[in-house]
T-cell receptor, first 116, second 113 residues
Framework: DAGVIQSPRHEVTEMGQEVTLRCKPISGHNSLFWYRQTMMRGLELLIYFNNNVPIDDSGMPEDRFSAKMPNASFSTLKIQPSEPRDSAVYFCASSLGSGRINQPQHFGDGTRLSIL | SQKIEQNSEALNIQEGKTATLTCNYTNYSPAYLQWYRQDPGRGPVFLLL?????KEKRKERLKVTFDTTLKQSLFHITASQPADSATYLCALDASQAGTALIFGKGTTLSVSS
């Protein structure tokens, strides 16, 4: 079975450029999560969607970050303009249920983002 | 705000011994806890879930306990193997705060042969 698919796996870009990260959740899962992982702060929830609707975006650092889920099989996380402090590994995860229920989350292998 | 701490950043043990990892939390009463394993360059992988009314959960060589009085979960790997070397993350249910899971920073386990 296909798991959560993220692209690209690696992204290196210069400060000020727009960055778009992509995620395809597991078919049938109706909750989708975007996380950021750094050594200093660990794994932080940025935003999560249920049935394509954003439920909690309190973890989105600032207006430079935006996320969309136009349909059940695709989501994007965009950073514009990017800054060096945005460098991190970004994970997408999906699960069954509303996200508030006790369901396991299935993670992709992440996008390693480096902003120069 | 909710705070979740894993006892140490790194744990080194010998093959065959039992590894015990600790997860402590404050300012919250989660309905459940989850444990995940993360290998370098990969996303976390779900291992076990334990609910607040369960004292203990087992899966093969893994055992998780949940003490809501102490606000602590313990994660045990018995008869540890070098292949168990990875980072282990605990995550607590944060639905009372209107969000999903909150993750600890993890404990990196190294099992030497």
């Amino acid at each position: 079975d296909a798991g959560v698919i993220q692209s690209p796996r690696h992204e290196v870009t210069e400060m000020g450029q727009e960055v778009t990260l992509r995620c395809k959740p597991i078919s049938g899962h109706n909750s989708l999560f975007w996380y950021r992982q750094t050594m200093m702060r660990g794994l932080e929830l940025l935003i999560y969607f249920n049935n394509n609707v954003p439920i909690d975006d309190s973890g989105m650092p600032e207006d430079r970050f935006s996320a969309k889920m136009p349909n059940a099989s695709f989501s994007t996380l965009k950073i514009q303009p990017s800054e060096p402090r945005d460098s991190a590994v970004y994970f997408c995860a999906s699960s069954l249920g509303s996200g508030r229920i006790n369901q396991p989350q299935h993670f992709g292998d992440g996008t390693r983002l480096s902003i120069l | 705000s909710q705070k979740i701490e894993q006892n140490s950043e790194a744990l080194n043990i010998q093959e065959g011994k039992t590894a015990t990892l600790t997860c402590n939390y404050t300012n919250y009463s989660p309905a459940y806890l989850q444990w995940y394993r993360q290998d370098p360059g990969r996303g976390p992988v779900f291992l076990l879930l334990i609910r607040e009314n369960e004292k203990e959960k087992r899966k093969e060589r893994l055992k998780v306990t949940f003490d809501t009085t102490l606000k602590q979960s313990l994660f045990h790997i018995t008869a540890s193997q070098p292949a168990d070397s990875a980072t282990y993350l605990c995550a607590l249910d944060a639905s009372q705060a209107g969000t999903a899971l909150i993750f600890g920073k993890g404990t990196t386990l190294s099992v030497s042969s």
